[in-house]
């Protein structure tokens, strides 16, 4: 499926770097996906989110735009 090459990057959380998105489900080459490599693509994603959720924690609406860069 041609069309699987942009579904990564948007519904990926790490996706914001762009490449998780331009390398998943094999877009590159055009090749018809599998289930299996949509499992993997899935499983990597859940990892890379993982990583990127304990690096990159999520804002607190409580605090002030920027404060938590003033410490």
Do not use: E
Request: aromatic fraction near 2%.
């Amino acid at each position: 499926m041609k069309g699987d090459k942009g579904d990564t990057g948007a519904q990926g959380i790490a996706g914001r770097n762009g490449r998780d998105g331009a390398d998943g489900h094999n877009g590159k080459d055009g090749v018809t996906t599998t289930v299996t490599q949509r499992q993997l693509d899935t499983a990597t994603r859940a990892k890379v989110a993982k990583i990127a959720w304990l690096l990159l924690p999520p804002r607190r609406i409580c605090k002030p735009p920027g404060s938590h860069y003033r410490q």
